[in-house]
RNA sequence: CGAGGUGUAGCGCAGUUUGGUAGCGCGUUUGGUUCGGGACCAAAAGGUCGCAGGUUCAAAUCCUGUCACCUCGACCA
């Protein structure tokens, strides 16, 4: 009986199949991420799910903090005028882009878009501020959230609305600006496999596929459990290609005036989408300790006999002080096992089950959320265990994924080779640099490329596509 | 945006073909017995049938529009 409801609920519960984007839809509502609102596209996020934001977004202020940048707001609303200075931007987002008409009733002599992102906000203040060399760089981020009018979305996907953050820098040469850009990639980088447990394959787009305005866009990517790809960071060098439009120029040290060197950088909540379809299993969510709102939920056995629940508290409280996220499930209307089975579904990576066997022998039985490994754990000391206990699932996690990611990437090449390999994975093909090349693949195998590794060594010398000579290395895949 | 599918109680569904009193399972509440992997018994509460129009004496059911979700495609930095 309760093995049957057992199967029937985890029925939608299995990635890697066909199903994986409902297995995805039933994750996110089912551990109480977000839910659905009156708006098209925009979601609502629930404290779980953003909870998860929050130890994702202190993660990365820290990290820009530590490399020089300050955090800034900007007006969410962003003047007609100023959107069209840069032409190729224009065009990107124009589509995509809603407006404001009115306000206090009346119609207003300038339409103002709600911004799709803030370039340009940024560049019409950088311009009013950088008046000297002595002023650069000037390093600034903004946590925000940006509108985008999609056309069809999914939760932390790909919705309407979205948190993110976008940095934005000016510089006083080419080669400032290039380091700043490269600089934030990799910190996006370690920032993916260290605290998210996802490996990203980092590098440049190819011109069809960079930022609309940016001389050179670079990306990290990941690679979900159906072997699709998903942008978890982009990082961009616009050269001068905004401030000489926005007029960002510099009193140099030479006496000359010279234009900024710009770069920005971004990366949203479709990483909690990241997180859900690299780590998760037929169970639900499995989070990185690094980002779960609760790391460590202890599980009273037997709750109503004398003494379980005080020495639960006491445990949560030696844990508190440690600095873990702890929780006490001591809701009396559910039953062990089901409890069990909640918290695994919302991949809490550490459960601790005390009962009266456990206190009697002085140790708590801890499980591993990932491997399901169950063994006791002495009191004594139990911070220090469950902190080297959540270290190792972190560092399990990422493993796997990395596995995962070797084994599902492989050299194409030939057409027949793409078409097989970007069926479940990446392919490592050699380029041409022709566009032409890049829209046949698209058209003919639905994969586009994502990036041109750091590392070249060549692994052919014939375009994947037409045959000829190239001596370009890049990454193909089907993308979110 | 194109093709197809779904929308009925918190969740999962039946009822729609052929218009005529709103149903089932799970969950929830209360009481009792349980308690180391989704407990059991009893009683109770809970629904604008996605939304808006229309046809009809009468609409969950027929018609039109619209919104949301799923699948495939298109588009997308």
């Excluded at 940006?146 to 919705?159: D, H, I, Y």
């Excluded at 010279?258 to 909690?272: D, F, L, V």
Aim: glycine residues 8%; charged residues 25%; proline residues 5%.
């Amino acid at each position: 009986m309760a093995k049957e409801k057992q199967q029937e609920f985890v029925q939608h519960l299995t990635p890697r199949d066909e199903d994986f984007s409902q297995w995805y839809t039933d994750v996110v509502l089912k551990c109480d991420l977000m839910d659905y609102t009156p708006v098209r596209g925009c979601m609502a996020i629930k404290p779980y799910g953003y909870g998860i934001w929050e130890l994702m977004q202190q993660e990365m202020d820290a990290r820009f903090k530590a490399t020089g940048h300050k955090n800034v707001s900007m007006p969410m609303l962003i003047p007609e005028s100023l959107l069209l200075k840069e032409a190729d931007h224009v065009e990107g987002f124009a589509p995509e882009v809603a407006w404001v008409t009115q306000g206090g009733g009346e119609e207003l002599t300038e339409r103002l878009a709600i911004r799709p992102t803030s370039e340009t906000i940024f560049c019409t203040m950088y311009a009013k501020w950088a008046q000297s060399w002595r002023d650069l760089p000037m390093k600034y981020n903004q946590w925000c959230s940006v509108l985008r009018w999609e056309k069809s979305t999914r939760p932390f996907l790909r919705t309407a609305e979205f948190l993110w953050q976008e940095g934005h820098t000016i510089h006083a040469t080419p080669e400032e600006a290039q380091q700043e850009t490269l600089a934030m990639l990799d910190v996006y980088r370690e920032f993916c496999e260290n605290v998210l447990a996802i490996p990203v394959y980092s590098g440049q787009k190819s011109d069809k596929e960079k930022f609309a305005g940016a001389r050179a866009t670079y990306s990290v990517e990941a690679m979900m459990q159906d072997g699709k790809a998903l942008q978890t960071g982009t990082s961009h060098n616009f050269g001068t290609n905004f401030s000489e439009p926005f007029q960002i120029q510099f009193l140099d040290k030479d006496g000359a005036l010279k234009y900024a060197h710009e770069t920005s950088w971004g990366t949203s909540t479709r990483m909690i989408g990241a997180v859900i379809m690299t780590h998760g299993d037929e169970r639900g969510l499995k989070l990185p300790p690094r980002i779960a709102p609760i790391q460590v939920v202890i599980v009273p056995i037997a709750a109503h006999k004398g003494g379980v629940l005080e020495a639960c508290a006491e445990i949560a409280g030696g844990l508190k002080a440690a600095g873990i996220r702890v929780e006490v499930d001591d809701r009396d209307t559910y039953s062990a096992g089901y409890k069990f089975n909640d918290w695994e579904m919302k991949g809490v990576p550490l459960r601790l089950e005390v009962g009266p066997r456990d206190l009697e022998a002085r140790q708590v039985t801890a499980v591993r959320r990932d491997s399901f490994e169950k063994a006791p754990l002495a009191l004594d000391g139990l911070p220090q265990r469950i902190q080297a206990l959540l270290a190792e699932v972190q560092r399990s996690l990422y493993e796997i994924a990395l596995a995962f990611q070797q084994a599902h990437t492989a050299v194409a090449r030939d057409m027949r080779e793409l078409a097989a390999q970007v069926n479940g994975g990446y392919a490592k093909a050699m380029w041409c640099g022709e566009r032409a090349c890049e829209d046949a693949i698209k058209e003919q195998l639905g994969a586009t490329s994502r990036n041109m590794p750091f590392d070249q060594t060549p692994v052919g010398d014939a375009c994947v596509c037409c045959g000829k000579k190239a001596d370009i290395v890049m990454y193909f895949a089907k993308a979110y």
